[in-house]
């Protein structure tokens, strides 16, 4: 699965242009990339691009992967775990779609703090986005809702810090001010 992040994200992602909505600038996903990631994700060893999509090699974990000889230095495995972020974006007002992984709750069982990421699953079925896919989310006024596989838009400022967890790395934080089930 991690042999096919890319593809991931581009069937998931939620192209939503770079328009202004309000305050806040829209951001897609692919923004929050350095070119020199995409195009080392674009470009994967010839050992991931033998492997069918949806046959049992495709359900590699990052254990099986390591087996297929890909060096931690290539470009491709780098990219899967870069941090390299884009630094005008820190402290803006921004807003970006995408899905829920929750990561803390109050009492009431509201979300409080999440890892909003590109596509439903990331982090809990699949191996998690690399950090710069994935944005560490708080939030005062929380979210519940019961439906994680929606995605919402995400209203806020984003900084160029990063937030580790067991479910994940990302290299973005954003305090939100402003969470809304996605709409076109």
Same mark, same amino acid.
């Given at each position: ?18 328009? @202004? ?5 829209? /951001?897609?996903? /692919? ?9 080392? /994700? ?9 492997? @069918?999509?949806? =046959?049992?090699?495709?359900? !590699? ?21 870069? =941090?390299? $972020? ?14 829920? #992984? ?8 509201? $979300? ?20 710069? @896919? ?12 019961? #439906? !994680?596989?929606?995605?919402?838009? #995400? ?5 160029? @810090? ?6 994940? /790395? ?9 969470? =809304?089930?996605?709409?076109?």
């Amino acid at each position: 699965m991690r042999s096919h992040y890319l593809l991931n994200l581009l069937a998931c992602l939620l192209l939503v242009g770079n328009a @202004q909505a309000g305050n806040y600038k829209t /951001l897609e996903w /692919l923004d929050l990339m350095p070119k020199s990631d995409l195009d080392a /994700l674009l470009n994967p060893p010839e050992a991931l691009k033998k492997i @069918q999509d949806g =046959t049992a090699e495709d359900e !590699l974990s990052d254990e099986s992967l390591a087996s297929l000889n890909i060096p931690a230095d290539h470009p491709y495995q780098k990219a899967l775990l870069s =941090t390299k $972020i884009i630094a005008e974006y820190n402290n803006k007002k921004v807003r970006i779609p995408g899905f829920v #992984v929750p990561l803390e709750f109050d009492d009431d069982q509201v $979300i409080t703090s999440f890892f909003l990421v590109p596509y439903f699953g990331a982090c809990i079925h699949q191996p998690a986005p690399p950090p710069n @896919q994935m944005i560490y989310i708080t939030t005062e006024k929380g979210l519940k809702t019961e #439906v !994680l596989y929606e995605p919402f838009w #995400v209203e806020g400022t984003i900084y160029t @810090q990063s937030k580790d967890s067991e479910l994940g /790395l990302s290299a973005y934080t954003m305090k939100a001010t402003g969470i =809304t089930p996605y709409t076109e």
